[in-house]
């Protein structure tokens, strides 16, 4: 399947789930994160859920990165460049939402990509190889590919992989990990 029909279908597909089956499969989505070998790092990028687009909600995995003591990063979209600048979340850093919908810090420490261990990612779908599609702007092929090499990228799915997406180009960055409500899958590329 092309990326542009599978956008379409997986739109369709995560809006006809209702709100306690978002909040079910995100919570056991966040539950199942913590059999991931990825909680010996310091710096996690966290995406904060656009609710009317019934995305992952992250709250769940904030409330773990809490209770580890781990720093939570958050971004800014700057919807011209498709450029993303990063803050650390902190108790006092105050979230706005964007014209998208998307909750932003206003202000705060910026932390530059190489800094940040692990990403995780949000998704439209994902392949059985690890490649991945979000809304189709690139931000995060962009910000991904700012980060440093050995950074875990983890997708985030309330569905499980496709077969292959068909048309991959040069700038698409695969996943190291996916998780779904059921499932954790190991990409090596
Ligand atoms: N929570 C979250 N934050 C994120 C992303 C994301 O996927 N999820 N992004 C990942 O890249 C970037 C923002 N990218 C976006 C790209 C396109 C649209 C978009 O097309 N939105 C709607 C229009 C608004 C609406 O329907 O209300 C659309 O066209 O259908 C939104 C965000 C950065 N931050
Ligand atoms: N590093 C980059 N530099 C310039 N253009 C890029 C870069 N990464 C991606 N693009 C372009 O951005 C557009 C969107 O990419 P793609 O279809 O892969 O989006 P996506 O991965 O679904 O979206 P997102 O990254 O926002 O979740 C494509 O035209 C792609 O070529």
Same mark, same amino acid.
């Given at each position: 399947?092309?990326?542009?029909?599978?956008?379409?279908?997986?739109?369709?597909?995560?809006?006809?789930?209702?709100?306690?089956?978002?909040?079910?499969?995100?919570?056991?989505?966040?539950?199942?994160?913590?059999?991931?070998?990825?909680?010996?790092?310091?710096?996690?990028?966290?995406?904060?859920?656009?609710?009317?687009?019934?995305?992952?909600?992250?709250?769940?995995?904030?409330?773990?990165?809490?209770?580890?003591?781990?720093?939570?990063?958050?971004?800014?979209?700057?919807?011209?460049?498709?450029?993303?600048?990063?803050?650390?979340?902190?108790?006092?850093?105050?979230?706005?939402?964007?014209?998208?919908?998307?909750?932003?810090?206003?202000?705060?420490?910026?932390?530059?990509?190489?800094?940040? &261990?692990?990403? $995780?990612i949000?998704l439209?779908?994902f392949?059985?190889?690890?490649e991945r599609i979000?809304?189709?702007?690139?931000?995060?092929?962009? $910000?991904?590919?700012?980060?440093?090499?050995?950074?875990?990228?983890?997708g985030?799915?309330? $569905?499980?992989?496709?077969?292959?997406?068909?048309?991959?180009?040069?700038?698409?960055?695969?996943l &190291?990990?996916?998780?779904?409500?059921?499932?954790?899958?190991? $990409?090596?590329?």
């Amino acid at each position: 399947m092309k990326k542009k029909d599978i956008r379409i279908a997986y739109r369709k597909k995560r809006n006809e789930l209702s709100e306690e089956d978002i909040e079910e499969k995100s919570l056991s989505i966040a539950n199942k994160l913590l059999e991931l070998p990825i909680w010996n790092y310091s710096f996690y990028h966290i995406f904060l859920s656009i609710k009317h687009l019934k995305e992952v909600n992250t709250e769940f995995i904030l409330h773990i990165l809490n209770g580890k003591d781990k720093n939570a990063v958050v971004s800014k979209s700057d919807f011209k460049s498709l450029g993303m600048q990063h803050y650390l979340l902190t108790d006092a850093t105050p979230l706005k939402a964007n014209s998208w919908g998307i909750p932003e810090p206003m202000f705060g420490i910026e932390i530059p990509p190489q800094e940040i &261990d692990v990403i $995780f990612i949000p998704l439209l779908a994902f392949d059985k190889k690890g490649e991945r599609i979000g809304y189709g702007k690139g931000f995060y092929d962009r $910000f991904l590919k700012e980060c440093k090499g050995n950074s875990v990228k983890v997708g985030l799915s309330f $569905f499980e992989a496709l077969d292959k997406i068909s048309d991959i180009d040069v700038n698409d960055i695969g996943l &190291d990990y996916c998780v779904t409500p059921d499932k954790i899958y190991t $990409f090596n590329q």
